[in-house]
Protein backbone atom coordinates (compact mmCIF):
# COMPACT_ATOMS: atom_id res chain seq x y z
CA UNK A 1 0.00 0.00 0.00
CA UNK A 2 0.41 4.77 2.74
CA UNK A 3 2.36 7.94 2.24
CA UNK A 4 5.27 10.45 0.67
CA UNK A 5 7.22 20.87 0.56
CA UNK A 6 6.16 19.81 -2.01
CA UNK A 7 4.44 22.04 -3.14
CA UNK A 8 3.54 19.94 -3.83
CA UNK A 9 3.93 17.06 -2.01
CA UNK A 10 3.54 15.12 -2.24
CA UNK A 11 4.93 9.77 0.69
CA UNK A 12 3.28 7.05 0.92
CA UNK A 13 1.75 6.77 1.12
CA UNK A 14 0.01 7.94 1.90
CA UNK A 15 1.36 8.60 1.23
CA UNK A 16 1.97 7.44 -0.18
CA UNK A 17 0.04 8.08 0.43
CA UNK A 18 -2.87 5.47 -0.20
CA UNK A 19 -1.41 2.53 2.00
CA UNK A 20 0.03 3.59 3.69
CA UNK A 21 0.59 1.30 5.66
CA UNK A 22 1.21 2.02 9.34
CA UNK A 23 3.65 2.50 12.07
CA UNK A 24 6.02 1.80 14.55
CA UNK A 25 5.02 -0.84 15.78
CA UNK A 26 6.33 -4.38 16.72
CA UNK A 27 6.78 -6.55 13.68
CA UNK A 28 4.93 -10.04 13.03
CA UNK A 29 8.15 -11.95 12.40
CA UNK A 30 11.20 -11.48 13.44
CA UNK A 31 14.10 -9.49 12.27
CA UNK A 32 17.69 -11.05 12.05
CA UNK A 33 20.15 -7.61 11.50
CA UNK A 34 23.27 -8.38 8.98
CA UNK A 35 24.15 -4.35 8.91
CA UNK A 36 27.03 -3.04 10.21
CA UNK A 37 26.02 -0.09 12.44
CA UNK A 38 27.29 2.58 9.48
CA UNK A 39 24.55 1.96 7.57
CA UNK A 40 25.98 0.72 4.22
CA UNK A 41 23.41 0.46 1.80
CA UNK A 42 25.34 -2.71 0.55
CA UNK A 43 24.67 -4.22 3.97
CA UNK A 44 21.04 -3.29 4.39
CA UNK A 45 19.64 -5.08 6.84
CA UNK A 46 16.09 -6.95 6.10
CA UNK A 47 13.39 -5.95 8.12
CA UNK A 48 11.78 -9.19 8.70
CA UNK A 49 12.79 -11.92 6.32
CA UNK A 50 15.77 -14.57 7.35
CA UNK A 51 19.20 -12.94 6.69
CA UNK A 52 21.23 -14.35 3.76
CA UNK A 53 23.41 -17.22 4.16
CA UNK A 54 27.63 -17.03 3.49
CA UNK A 55 26.98 -18.80 -0.41
CA UNK A 56 24.22 -16.55 -1.79
CA UNK A 57 21.78 -18.28 -3.89
CA UNK A 58 21.75 -16.14 -7.10
CA UNK A 59 19.59 -16.58 -9.93
CA UNK A 60 15.75 -17.33 -10.42
CA UNK A 61 12.84 -15.28 -11.02
CA UNK A 62 10.78 -13.38 -8.02
CA UNK A 63 7.06 -12.90 -8.85
CA UNK A 64 5.69 -10.17 -6.95
CA UNK A 65 1.61 -9.75 -6.45
CA UNK A 66 0.62 -5.86 -7.08
CA UNK A 67 -3.31 -4.59 -6.42
CA UNK A 68 -2.29 -1.78 -9.96
CA UNK A 69 -0.42 -2.28 -12.95
CA UNK A 70 2.65 0.28 -13.53
CA UNK A 71 0.99 3.09 -16.05
CA UNK A 72 4.59 5.17 -16.23
CA UNK A 73 8.47 5.40 -15.46
CA UNK A 74 8.57 9.37 -15.26
CA UNK A 75 9.61 10.08 -11.85
CA UNK A 76 9.54 13.71 -11.88
CA UNK A 77 5.59 13.11 -12.72
CA UNK A 78 4.32 10.38 -10.67
CA UNK A 79 3.20 10.00 -6.88
CA UNK A 80 0.78 7.02 -6.96
CA UNK A 81 2.56 3.83 -4.84
CA UNK A 82 1.89 2.04 -8.42
CA UNK A 83 4.50 3.98 -9.79
CA UNK A 84 6.71 4.95 -7.26
CA UNK A 85 7.77 1.74 -6.20
CA UNK A 86 8.49 0.47 -9.27
CA UNK A 87 10.33 3.96 -10.68
CA UNK A 88 12.18 3.37 -7.18
CA UNK A 89 13.76 0.14 -9.07
CA UNK A 90 15.04 1.85 -11.89
CA UNK A 91 16.12 5.52 -10.34
CA UNK A 92 17.99 6.20 -7.45
CA UNK A 93 18.73 9.22 -5.53
CA UNK A 94 21.50 10.94 -3.98
CA UNK A 95 20.61 10.04 -0.10
CA UNK A 96 17.88 7.38 0.55
CA UNK A 97 16.34 5.42 3.93
CA UNK A 98 17.32 2.00 5.63
CA UNK A 99 14.80 0.20 6.62
CA UNK A 100 14.52 1.95 10.01
CA UNK A 101 14.19 5.24 8.33
CA UNK A 102 18.12 6.34 8.63
CA UNK A 103 18.98 8.91 6.46
CA UNK A 104 22.13 7.51 4.59
CA UNK A 105 23.91 8.25 1.77
CA UNK A 106 23.23 6.32 -1.48
CA UNK A 107 24.81 6.88 -4.80
CA UNK A 108 26.75 9.94 -2.86
CA UNK A 109 29.55 8.30 -0.81
CA UNK A 110 29.15 11.47 1.08
CA UNK A 111 27.32 15.18 1.72
CA UNK A 112 28.20 18.46 3.75
CA UNK A 113 25.58 21.07 4.66
CA UNK A 114 27.08 24.18 5.59
CA UNK A 115 26.40 25.64 8.52
CA UNK A 116 24.22 28.71 7.14
CA UNK A 117 21.67 25.77 5.59
CA UNK A 118 22.77 27.38 2.12
CA UNK A 119 25.01 25.17 0.08
CA UNK A 120 24.74 20.98 -0.20
CA UNK A 121 27.69 19.19 -1.56
CA UNK A 122 27.96 15.99 -2.85
CA UNK A 123 30.72 13.40 -3.92
CA UNK A 124 29.44 10.50 -6.07
CA UNK A 125 30.78 6.91 -5.48
CA UNK A 126 33.20 5.91 -7.61
CA UNK A 127 32.77 3.48 -10.59
CA UNK A 128 29.13 4.60 -10.21
CA UNK A 129 27.22 3.09 -13.97
CA UNK A 130 23.87 3.50 -15.49
CA UNK A 131 22.35 0.24 -16.63
CA UNK A 132 23.85 0.69 -20.16
CA UNK A 133 27.50 0.69 -18.61
CA UNK A 134 28.15 4.58 -19.09
CA UNK A 135 30.06 6.43 -16.19
CA UNK A 136 27.23 8.50 -13.71
CA UNK A 137 28.79 12.04 -13.77
CA UNK A 138 27.74 15.43 -11.61
CA UNK A 139 26.82 16.46 -14.90
CA UNK A 140 24.22 13.79 -15.37
CA UNK A 141 22.75 14.86 -11.44
CA UNK A 142 22.29 18.28 -11.95
CA UNK A 143 20.40 17.54 -15.45
CA UNK A 144 17.92 15.27 -13.62
CA UNK A 145 17.46 17.80 -10.42
CA UNK A 146 17.21 20.79 -13.07
CA UNK A 147 15.00 18.50 -14.43
CA UNK A 148 12.85 18.44 -11.12
CA UNK A 149 12.85 21.62 -11.16
CA UNK A 150 11.53 22.60 -14.26
CA UNK A 151 8.77 19.79 -14.74
CA UNK A 152 7.91 20.46 -10.74
CA UNK A 153 5.28 17.39 -10.27
CA UNK A 154 3.54 16.38 -7.52
CA UNK A 155 7.23 15.74 -5.62
CA UNK A 156 8.37 18.82 -6.58
CA UNK A 157 11.61 20.21 -5.20
CA UNK A 158 9.76 22.55 -2.30
CA UNK A 159 13.44 24.67 -1.48
CA UNK A 160 14.54 28.22 -3.22
CA UNK A 161 17.30 26.58 -5.55
CA UNK A 162 19.63 29.34 -6.13
CA UNK A 163 22.23 26.82 -8.45
CA UNK A 164 22.96 23.55 -9.42
CA UNK A 165 26.91 23.05 -10.29
CA UNK A 166 28.88 20.01 -10.96
CA UNK A 167 32.31 21.03 -9.58
CA UNK A 168 33.79 18.35 -11.30
CA UNK A 169 32.99 15.19 -12.59
CA UNK A 170 32.04 13.50 -9.16
CA UNK A 171 30.93 16.61 -7.38
CA UNK A 172 27.18 18.20 -6.66
CA UNK A 173 26.97 21.63 -5.03
CA UNK A 174 23.43 23.15 -4.66
CA UNK A 175 23.13 26.40 -3.15
CA UNK A 176 19.72 27.29 -2.02
CA UNK A 177 18.11 31.10 -1.44
CA UNK A 178 17.00 30.37 2.01
CA UNK A 179 17.48 27.87 4.61
CA UNK A 180 14.70 25.10 4.34
CA UNK A 181 15.27 22.05 6.42
CA UNK A 182 13.75 19.28 4.94
CA UNK A 183 15.90 19.29 1.78
CA UNK A 184 18.35 16.81 2.61
CA UNK A 185 15.66 14.00 3.36
CA UNK A 186 13.07 15.13 0.39
CA UNK A 187 16.25 14.41 -1.73
CA UNK A 188 15.53 10.53 -0.78
CA UNK A 189 12.32 10.41 -2.52
CA UNK A 190 12.15 8.65 -5.45
CA UNK A 191 10.98 11.44 -7.70
CA UNK A 192 15.07 12.75 -6.90
CA UNK A 193 16.68 10.08 -8.73
CA UNK A 194 19.38 10.16 -11.33
CA UNK A 195 19.06 9.73 -14.72
CA UNK A 196 21.52 10.40 -17.82
CA UNK A 197 22.48 13.50 -19.09
CA UNK A 198 19.94 14.71 -22.00
CA UNK A 199 18.00 11.51 -21.68
CA UNK A 200 21.35 9.27 -23.10
CA UNK A 201 20.64 11.11 -26.28
CA UNK A 202 16.60 9.85 -26.48
CA UNK A 203 13.65 11.95 -26.57
CA UNK A 204 11.43 12.13 -23.19
CA UNK A 205 8.59 9.70 -24.55
CA UNK A 206 11.26 7.05 -25.34
CA UNK A 207 13.39 7.34 -22.93
CA UNK A 208 10.65 6.36 -20.02
CA UNK A 209 9.34 3.74 -22.39
CA UNK A 210 12.67 1.84 -21.70
CA UNK A 211 14.29 4.11 -18.61
CA UNK A 212 18.00 4.02 -17.91
CA UNK A 213 19.02 4.63 -14.39
CA UNK A 214 21.29 2.94 -11.52
CA UNK A 215 19.09 0.88 -10.09
CA UNK A 216 19.19 -2.89 -9.35
CA UNK A 217 17.04 -3.74 -12.19
CA UNK A 218 16.23 -2.75 -15.84
CA UNK A 219 12.76 -3.09 -17.17
CA UNK A 220 12.49 -5.96 -19.82
CA UNK A 221 8.64 -6.00 -20.60
CA UNK A 222 6.17 -4.13 -19.51
CA UNK A 223 2.37 -3.79 -20.52
CA UNK A 224 1.09 -0.41 -18.54
CA UNK A 225 -2.30 -1.84 -18.21
CA UNK A 226 -1.12 -5.85 -16.93
CA UNK A 227 2.62 -7.11 -15.75
CA UNK A 228 6.28 -5.50 -15.59
CA UNK A 229 9.25 -7.69 -15.76
CA UNK A 230 12.47 -6.37 -14.71
CA UNK A 231 15.91 -8.05 -15.29
CA UNK A 232 18.80 -7.57 -13.44
CA UNK A 233 20.95 -4.88 -13.84
CA UNK A 234 24.70 -6.39 -14.57
CA UNK A 235 26.54 -2.76 -13.70
CA UNK A 236 24.70 -2.33 -10.56
CA UNK A 237 27.08 -0.35 -8.19
CA UNK A 238 26.47 -2.82 -5.14
CA UNK A 239 28.48 -5.68 -5.89
CA UNK A 240 27.57 -9.19 -6.82
CA UNK A 241 23.32 -7.97 -6.77
CA UNK A 242 21.11 -8.11 -7.29
CA UNK A 243 20.85 -11.77 -6.94
CA UNK A 244 17.97 -12.48 -8.67
CA UNK A 245 18.05 -12.88 -12.65
CA UNK A 246 14.40 -11.55 -13.14
CA UNK A 247 11.59 -9.74 -11.01
CA UNK A 248 8.29 -9.76 -11.77
CA UNK A 249 5.04 -7.57 -11.01
CA UNK A 250 2.25 -9.00 -11.20
CA UNK A 251 -1.51 -7.43 -11.72
CA UNK A 252 -3.44 -9.23 -8.84
CA UNK A 253 -6.29 -6.72 -8.37
CA UNK A 254 -7.98 -8.77 -5.88
CA UNK A 255 -6.96 -9.46 -1.81
CA UNK A 256 -8.22 -12.83 -1.60
CA UNK A 257 -6.49 -13.85 -4.92
CA UNK A 258 -3.41 -12.43 -4.03
CA UNK A 259 -3.51 -15.04 -0.82
CA UNK A 260 -4.82 -17.94 -2.41
CA UNK A 261 -1.50 -17.30 -5.16
CA UNK A 262 1.05 -16.92 -2.28
CA UNK A 263 -0.61 -19.88 -0.55
CA UNK A 264 -0.53 -21.96 -3.70
CA UNK A 265 3.03 -20.98 -4.87
CA UNK A 266 1.96 -18.83 -8.17
CA UNK A 267 3.37 -15.67 -6.60
CA UNK A 268 6.85 -15.19 -4.17
CA UNK A 269 5.32 -12.54 -2.09
CA UNK A 270 2.13 -10.09 -2.17
CA UNK A 271 2.58 -6.58 -1.76
CA UNK A 272 -0.98 -6.15 0.39
CA UNK A 273 -2.07 -8.31 2.95
CA UNK A 274 -5.20 -8.05 4.18
CA UNK A 275 -5.36 -7.67 7.77
CA UNK A 276 -7.59 -10.06 8.71
CA UNK A 277 -5.33 -12.80 6.65
CA UNK A 278 -1.78 -11.63 8.42
CA UNK A 279 -2.21 -14.19 11.11
CA UNK A 280 -2.72 -17.27 8.71
CA UNK A 281 0.15 -16.26 6.58
CA UNK A 282 2.59 -15.72 9.39
CA UNK A 283 1.43 -19.22 10.62
CA UNK A 284 1.16 -20.94 7.01
CA UNK A 285 3.70 -23.86 6.76
CA UNK A 286 4.68 -21.99 3.21
CA UNK A 287 4.14 -18.34 4.27
CA UNK A 288 5.18 -15.77 6.11
CA UNK A 289 4.47 -12.03 7.01
CA UNK A 290 7.50 -9.46 6.49
CA UNK A 291 6.74 -6.50 8.27
CA UNK A 292 7.83 -2.70 9.40
CA UNK A 293 6.42 -0.06 10.91
CA UNK A 294 5.53 2.41 8.75
CA UNK A 295 5.25 6.47 7.82
CA UNK A 296 1.45 5.88 7.04
CA UNK A 297 -1.91 6.82 8.49
CA UNK A 298 -5.56 5.57 7.36
CA UNK A 299 -8.00 8.26 7.11
CA UNK A 300 -11.20 9.32 6.45
CA UNK A 301 -10.73 12.27 3.81
CA UNK A 302 -13.40 15.21 3.78
CA UNK A 303 -14.08 17.00 0.71
CA UNK A 304 -14.62 20.66 1.99
CA UNK A 305 -15.74 21.91 -1.30
CA UNK A 306 -18.89 20.12 -0.79
CA UNK A 307 -21.39 21.78 1.44
CA UNK A 308 -21.65 19.73 3.77
CA UNK A 309 -18.19 19.13 4.93
CA UNK A 310 -17.29 22.99 4.56
CA UNK A 311 -18.94 22.92 7.43
CA UNK A 312 -16.49 22.65 10.35
CA UNK A 313 -19.41 21.39 12.80
CA UNK A 314 -20.10 18.79 10.55
CA UNK A 315 -16.53 17.54 10.34
CA UNK A 316 -16.30 17.46 14.00
CA UNK A 317 -19.59 15.67 14.95
CA UNK A 318 -18.95 12.79 12.10
CA UNK A 319 -15.46 12.32 14.08
CA UNK A 320 -17.16 12.52 17.39
CA UNK A 321 -19.15 9.97 15.85
CA UNK A 322 -16.51 7.08 15.00
CA UNK A 323 -15.11 5.05 17.89
CA UNK A 324 -11.80 5.29 16.50
CA UNK A 325 -10.60 2.48 18.86
CA UNK A 326 -13.43 0.31 18.12
CA UNK A 327 -12.79 0.55 14.46
CA UNK A 328 -8.94 -0.10 14.60
CA UNK A 329 -9.76 -3.10 16.46
CA UNK A 330 -12.18 -4.48 14.38
CA UNK A 331 -10.44 -4.03 11.36
CA UNK A 332 -6.83 -4.49 12.15
CA UNK A 333 -6.98 -7.45 14.33
CA UNK A 334 -4.14 -5.67 16.88
CA UNK A 335 -1.76 -4.93 13.91
CA UNK A 336 -2.27 -0.76 14.33
CA UNK A 337 -2.69 1.62 16.77
CA UNK A 338 -5.57 3.90 17.08
CA UNK A 339 -5.17 7.30 15.45
CA UNK A 340 -4.93 10.74 17.28
CA UNK A 341 -3.15 13.00 15.22
CA UNK A 342 -1.95 13.42 11.76
CA UNK A 343 1.57 11.81 12.01
CA UNK A 344 2.40 8.33 12.30
CA UNK A 345 4.56 7.65 15.25
CA UNK A 346 7.46 6.49 13.60
CA UNK A 347 7.70 10.61 11.98
CA UNK A 348 9.66 12.96 14.23
CA UNK A 349 7.29 15.82 15.33
CA UNK A 350 4.63 13.38 15.83
CA UNK A 351 2.42 14.80 19.46
CA UNK A 352 0.46 12.04 19.46
CA UNK A 353 0.97 11.71 23.23
CA UNK A 354 -0.03 15.59 23.36
CA UNK A 355 -2.65 16.52 20.99
CA UNK A 356 -6.24 16.38 22.22
CA UNK A 357 -8.34 14.82 19.49
CA UNK A 358 -11.95 14.32 19.52
CA UNK A 359 -12.72 10.86 20.90
CA UNK A 360 -15.75 9.01 20.51
CA UNK A 361 -18.98 10.72 22.44
CA UNK A 362 -22.38 10.21 20.07
CA UNK A 363 -24.18 12.64 22.12
CA UNK A 364 -21.23 14.99 21.69
CA UNK A 365 -21.15 14.25 17.92
CA UNK A 366 -25.10 15.17 17.92
CA UNK A 367 -24.77 18.13 19.37
CA UNK A 368 -22.24 19.56 17.58
CA UNK A 369 -24.40 18.55 14.04
CA UNK A 370 -26.71 20.63 15.65
CA UNK A 371 -24.84 23.90 15.52
CA UNK A 372 -24.29 23.14 11.99
CA UNK A 373 -26.03 23.79 8.78
CA UNK A 374 -27.54 20.73 8.58
CA UNK A 375 -28.80 20.42 12.65
CA UNK A 376 -31.17 17.75 10.83
CA UNK A 377 -28.94 15.48 9.00
CA UNK A 378 -27.88 15.17 5.51
CA UNK A 379 -27.48 12.03 2.87
CA UNK A 380 -23.90 11.69 1.74
CA UNK A 381 -21.63 9.37 -0.30
CA UNK A 382 -18.55 7.81 1.33
CA UNK A 383 -16.17 6.78 -1.86
CA UNK A 384 -13.88 3.76 -1.56
CA UNK A 385 -11.51 1.47 -4.00
CA UNK A 386 -13.07 -2.16 -4.52
CA UNK A 387 -11.32 -5.41 -4.17
CA UNK A 388 -10.02 -3.90 -0.80
CA UNK A 389 -11.78 -5.61 1.92
CA UNK A 390 -10.16 -3.76 4.97
CA UNK A 391 -11.59 -0.80 3.51
CA UNK A 392 -15.07 -1.70 2.73
CA UNK A 393 -15.16 -2.87 6.48
CA UNK A 394 -13.85 0.47 7.77
CA UNK A 395 -16.26 1.54 5.44
CA UNK A 396 -19.35 -0.21 6.94
CA UNK A 397 -18.70 1.15 10.74
CA UNK A 398 -18.15 4.87 9.52
CA UNK A 399 -21.60 4.22 7.40
CA UNK A 400 -22.82 3.23 11.03
CA UNK A 401 -21.67 5.97 13.30
CA UNK A 402 -22.86 8.66 11.08
CA UNK A 403 -26.52 6.89 10.79
CA UNK A 404 -26.23 6.90 14.72
CA UNK A 405 -26.12 11.05 14.39
CA UNK A 406 -28.68 11.60 11.52
CA UNK A 407 -25.96 11.52 8.74
CA UNK A 408 -27.23 8.80 6.13
CA UNK A 409 -23.82 7.54 4.12
CA UNK A 410 -24.00 5.35 1.24
CA UNK A 411 -21.26 3.65 0.31
CA UNK A 412 -19.83 3.87 -3.10
CA UNK A 413 -16.74 1.22 -4.20
CA UNK A 414 -15.22 1.60 -7.84
CA UNK A 415 -12.07 0.11 -9.18
CA UNK A 416 -8.66 1.52 -7.80
CA UNK A 417 -7.93 3.14 -11.15
CA UNK A 418 -11.55 5.18 -11.34
CA UNK A 419 -11.01 5.63 -7.78
CA UNK A 420 -7.84 7.53 -7.96
CA UNK A 421 -8.96 9.54 -11.25
CA UNK A 422 -12.81 10.52 -8.68
CA UNK A 423 -10.49 11.95 -6.03
CA UNK A 424 -7.86 13.59 -8.17
CA UNK A 425 -10.94 15.74 -9.85
CA UNK A 426 -12.21 16.24 -6.32
CA UNK A 427 -15.03 14.38 -7.48
CA UNK A 428 -15.61 12.71 -4.06
CA UNK A 429 -17.95 13.97 -1.03
CA UNK A 430 -15.84 11.60 1.61
CA UNK A 431 -13.67 8.65 1.11
CA UNK A 432 -10.82 6.17 2.71
CA UNK A 433 -7.12 6.87 1.52
CA UNK A 434 -3.78 6.59 3.60
CA UNK A 435 -1.92 9.42 3.58
CA UNK A 436 2.02 8.53 4.01
CA UNK A 437 5.41 10.14 4.05
CA UNK A 438 8.17 9.58 1.10
CA UNK A 439 10.86 10.53 3.99
CA UNK A 440 11.53 10.39 7.52
CA UNK A 441 10.42 13.98 7.91
CA UNK A 442 7.43 15.56 9.14
CA UNK A 443 6.93 17.82 6.79
CA UNK A 444 6.51 15.08 4.08
CA UNK A 445 3.15 14.73 5.24
CA UNK A 446 2.10 18.07 6.68
CA UNK A 447 3.05 19.82 3.25
CA UNK A 448 1.29 17.25 1.08
CA UNK A 449 -2.34 17.65 3.85
CA UNK A 450 -2.17 21.41 4.38
CA UNK A 451 -0.84 23.32 1.54
CA UNK A 452 -3.86 24.65 -0.22
CA UNK A 453 -1.81 26.02 -3.17
CA UNK A 454 0.24 22.07 -3.58
CA UNK A 455 -0.15 19.68 -6.03
CA UNK A 456 -2.91 18.19 -4.12
CA UNK A 457 -4.29 21.06 -2.60
CA UNK A 458 -4.39 19.80 1.51
CA UNK A 459 -4.46 15.68 -0.30
CA UNK A 460 -7.33 16.31 -2.25
CA UNK A 461 -9.66 18.19 0.30
CA UNK A 462 -9.09 22.05 -0.70
CA UNK A 463 -8.42 22.70 3.11
CA UNK A 464 -7.19 26.38 3.39
CA UNK A 465 -6.80 27.20 6.98
CA UNK A 466 -4.14 30.67 7.02
CA UNK A 467 -2.83 29.79 10.50
CA UNK A 468 -1.89 26.01 9.00
CA UNK A 469 -0.40 27.47 6.19
CA UNK A 470 1.77 29.98 8.24
CA UNK A 471 2.75 27.46 10.60
CA UNK A 472 3.97 25.01 7.62
CA UNK A 473 6.37 27.55 6.10
CA UNK A 474 7.72 28.32 9.77
CA UNK A 475 8.42 24.70 10.13
CA UNK A 476 9.71 24.59 7.17
CA UNK A 477 12.64 27.30 7.56
CA UNK A 478 13.11 26.17 11.34
CA UNK A 479 16.29 24.52 12.04
CA UNK A 480 15.63 20.64 14.04
CA UNK A 481 14.65 21.42 17.60
CA UNK A 482 12.58 22.29 20.37
CA UNK A 483 11.14 25.13 18.38
CA UNK A 484 10.44 23.22 15.08
CA UNK A 485 8.69 20.61 17.63
CA UNK A 486 6.23 23.33 18.78
CA UNK A 487 5.22 24.58 15.82
CA UNK A 488 3.97 20.79 15.00
CA UNK A 489 2.61 20.27 17.53
CA UNK A 490 0.78 23.59 17.28
CA UNK A 491 -0.09 22.35 13.62
CA UNK A 492 -1.25 19.33 14.47
CA UNK A 493 -3.85 20.42 17.35
CA UNK A 494 -5.66 22.64 14.62
CA UNK A 495 -6.46 20.17 12.29
CA UNK A 496 -7.13 17.84 15.19
CA UNK A 497 -9.64 20.42 16.29
CA UNK A 498 -10.95 21.00 12.22
CA UNK A 499 -10.42 17.17 10.89
CA UNK A 500 -10.54 18.26 7.59
CA UNK A 501 -9.27 14.48 7.66
CA UNK A 502 -10.04 12.28 10.38
CA UNK A 503 -6.80 9.75 11.18
CA UNK A 504 -8.09 6.21 11.35
CA UNK A 505 -5.27 4.84 12.91
CA UNK A 506 -1.29 3.40 12.39
CA UNK A 507 -1.00 0.32 10.29
CA UNK A 508 1.94 -1.89 10.28
CA UNK A 509 3.46 -2.60 6.51
CA UNK A 510 2.70 -6.46 5.99
CA UNK A 511 4.01 -8.31 3.16
CA UNK A 512 3.38 -11.40 2.46
CA UNK A 513 6.25 -14.17 1.55
CA UNK A 514 7.07 -17.30 0.88
CA UNK A 515 9.06 -18.82 3.48
CA UNK A 516 12.37 -19.99 0.87
CA UNK A 517 11.92 -15.88 0.35
CA UNK A 518 14.99 -14.67 2.03
CA UNK A 519 16.87 -10.49 2.06
CA UNK A 520 13.21 -9.12 1.42
CA UNK A 521 14.05 -5.30 2.98
CA UNK A 522 10.17 -3.34 3.68
CA UNK A 523 11.42 -0.26 4.10
CA UNK A 524 8.70 2.55 6.03
CA UNK A 525 7.09 3.92 2.88
CA UNK A 526 5.81 0.58 2.13
CA UNK A 527 8.39 0.27 -0.90
CA UNK A 528 10.82 -2.80 -0.86
CA UNK A 529 14.70 -3.35 -1.66
CA UNK A 530 14.85 -6.21 -3.75
CA UNK A 531 18.65 -6.68 -4.18
CA UNK A 532 19.02 -8.40 -1.53
CA UNK A 533 16.32 -11.26 -2.29
CA UNK A 534 17.39 -14.86 -2.87
CA UNK A 535 15.07 -17.68 -3.01
CA UNK A 536 16.00 -20.68 -1.21
CA UNK A 537 14.94 -24.39 -2.17
CA UNK A 538 11.79 -25.20 -0.03
Not at 78 to 98: G, S, W
Not at 406 to 416: N, P, T, Y
Request: proline share 4%; net charge negative.
Amino acid sequence: MANRSRQQKKSVLVISLFLILVLALAGCSTSKPDASASGSPSQSEPASTEGASTQPAAGGTFTYARAASVTSFDLHNQITANNAFAIDKVFEPLVAFDNEGKLVDWLAASHEISSDGLTYTFVLRDGLKFSNGTDVTAQDAVFSLQRHLDVGGPLAISAKVDSLTAQDNKTLVIKLQTPYTPFITELSNFSNGILPKDFGGKTEEEFFKNPIGTGPFVVKSWDPAGDLTFEKNTHYWQQGKPYLDELVYKLVNDDSQAINQLKAGEVDAIETVALQNASELKQGSDTTVATNGSWVTEQLFLNTLDEHFSDVHVRRALALSIDREGLTNAVTFGLAKAATSLLPPAIPYNANDTVKSLTFNTEEAKAELAKSKFPNGFSTTLLIASGNSSRAQEAQIIQAAGKAIGIDIKIESVELAAFRERFFKYNFSAMINSGQADSPEANSILAFQTDPDGFSKSYWTHYTNDEVTKLLREGQQTPDGDGRAQIYTKLQQILADEVPYIPLFYPEILIGVRSNVQGLVVLPNNSVRFQDVQLKGE
